[in-house]
């Protein structure tokens, strides 16, 4: 890639990523992103740029290009004068106007991904809805400290007023009895942060096959980490065939989620361990997002919801 690029990396509004992935404007988002780390506004059709961007973009010929620049200029996304025959690049507060989107939130494109933009694009989708979930909780946890804090605060102070031997509490009493309580009411957040892959496709709009297919595209693209989890639910003495069978039966939201392993049975001192088998549950893996977010600096243009010549 000897193509002189201004820029090579972008920023990328988490609300533009996830319209551009739900909307199946993949390709055209890729044409757009090559252009716009070529220049912020001006690319011309004879540059060589221009020539280069089959292979930059691991398309098979200009044909292709065109196809998805058309389909960019009719999203107004980049305009074009036949004339000169430059390609005028729209700047990302204008689309953000074009679409409406307030929100500043975005991640960190690097040119390098230009090839594998479907799953950054699905990445961004899925660490921004697990930072999204980590922050709520945190957030909430940080509420309900305060708030414990507080009352616990007024509660022994009161306590201690009527106690002449004592008309004081010491702060870190008060805080440790209120993170005590604090934890107890903080049940529903969960142990660690991450989705099934029916959950992925929730978030994606797509097939549960498509969302298997791309959460291992988007490990092994470094977009994510994922970290399997598991629980033992129930422990044999020796392997039953129909176990299994009869366990999907019973709970059919299990089927596919089950296997056995070898275990040992922890026993008394100078007692030979017992091998036994374990019947073991597959939870939904943890997700730790490793791509980056950051926040644009600018507004949106909302003269951009007017048509750019």
């Known amino acids: 890639m000897n193509t002189d690029f201004k820029r090579t990396y972008q920023q990328i509004p988490t609300e533009f990523a996830t319209l551009v992935f739900h909307h199946k404007l993949v390709k055209p988002f890729q044409v757009y992103m090559y252009l716009k780390c070529c220049n912020d506004s001006i690319v011309n059709r004879n540059s060589d740029a221009f020539r280069k961007m089959p292979e930059v973009l691991g398309f098979k010929s200009h044909n292709t290009v065109n196809k998805y620049l058309r389909q960019a200029i009719r999203l107004n996304w980049i305009g074009y004068n036949a004339i000169s025959q430059n390609y005028f690049v729209r ?162 939201e299990l089927i596919g989620k089950v296997f056995f392993r070898v275990g040992v049975l922890k026993s008394k001192k100078n007692v030979r361990p017992k091998k036994v088998v374990e019947v073991v549950q597959q939870l939904y893996d943890e997700i730790v997002p490793k791509i980056k977010f950051t926040r644009v600096a600018t507004k949106p243009s909302w003269y951009a919801k007017q048509k750019v010549a």
């Open 91 to 252: 700047g990302i507060s204008i689309l953000r106007g074009m679409y409406g989107f307030h929100k500043r939130q975005s991640a960190l494109f690097h040119l390098k991904d230009i090839q594998v933009m479907e799953p950054f694009l699905a990445s961004v989708i899925v660490n921004n809805n697990i930072r999204n979930q980590k922050s709520y909780f945190e957030r909430k946890e940080s509420e309900r400290l305060k708030t414990a804090v507080k009352n616990t605060g007024a509660a022994l102070q009161v306590a201690a007023s009527s106690d002449s031997s004592q008309n004081w509490v010491p702060r870190r009493v008060i805080n440790q009895i209120a993170v005590t309580k604090s934890k107890k009411k903080n049940e529903e957040r969960p142990a660690y942060y991450g989705y099934s892959n029916r959950k992925i496709a929730s978030l994606l709009k797509c097939s549960k096959t498509k969302a298997t297919e791309l959460k291992q595209k988007m490990e092994q693209c470094g977009f994510i980490e994922t970290i399997p989890h598991t629980q033992v639910i129930a422990v044999l003495e020796k392997r039953d065939y129909a176990y299994r069978g009869n366990l999907y039966k019973a709970m059919p």
